[in-house]
Structures are given as structure tokens and as C-alpha cells.
């Protein structure tokens, strides 16, 4: 079992920026994808962006040219880059690492982002 530790969340005003980081317990050697889900009060999970162990990219639309995946060197830590927040952006953002092989999920515990002036 990976764990997967999640930082980077907080409170920032309408326009800003936040960075969010997802680091695995350990490396990851079989194929899979990481991704980072949001979910808002009372609403259901959703994907806000994902990146394959090959670097394929996939934004939801609400966030496409305001956020960005990305991911280390080695291939393990990932980052979601979250520039032009609005309030809708506002949830608890969860870091997923998905087996492309059994489609099994791995979650972080989840991180607070609050966007709000």
C-alpha cells in the first residue's frame, strides 16, 4: 500500500495562487496515473486534473489554463500549480493514484482550499 501525503492547501484570495504537492511513500514502479479530485460541500467528487506515468495530461474544463499538473524529475512527487482561483475552487482537494492495470484507488486524507477575500 502507497501512502500518499498531501500539502499545499490553505486560504487565498480571489486571483491568487496556490501550489499543492502529492508525495507517494515510496516509488512507484507499475503503470498508473496520479491525479488530484476536489470536492466541494454537498457536491460529489470530481477530477480536477491528472498526468499517466508517460506525462499525458487531462484538465476538467473548469480549471483548463488556470491549473497545472506536473510532476518531479524522479516521477514521484506531483504538483497541482492553481493560479486565477475563484470561490468555486473552493473544496478539499484529494491527491488519487489509480492502477491502470486492476483500476484501483489510492487516496490521500485530503487538503482544505479556500478561496475567499
Known amino acids: 500500500q502507497v501512502q500518499l501525503a498531501e500539502s499545499g492547501g490553505g486560504l487565498v484570495q480571489p486571483g491568487g495562487s496556490l501550489r499543492l504537492s502529492c508525495a507517494p511513500s515510496?516509488?512507484?514502479?507499475?503503470?498508473?496515473?496520479m491525479g488530484w479530485y476536489r470536492q466541494a460541500a454537498g457536491k460529489q467528487r470530481e477530477l480536477v486534473a491528472s498526468i499517466t506515468r508517460g506525462g499525458i495530461l487531462d484538465y476538467a474544463d473548469s480549471v483548463k489554463g488556470r491549473f497545472t499538473i506536473s510532476r518531479d524529475n524522479a516521477g514521484n512527487t506531483v504538483y497541482l500549480q492553481m493560479n486565477s482561483l475563484k470561490p468555486e475552487d473552493t473544496a478539499v482537494y484529494y491527491c488519487n493514484l489509480r492502477s491502470v492495470a486492476t483500476g484501483s484507488d489510492q487516496w490521500g486524507q485530503g487538503t482544505q482550499v479556500t478561496v475567499s477575500s
Open positions: 515510496r516509488t512507484i514502479f507499475y503503470n498508473h496515473v
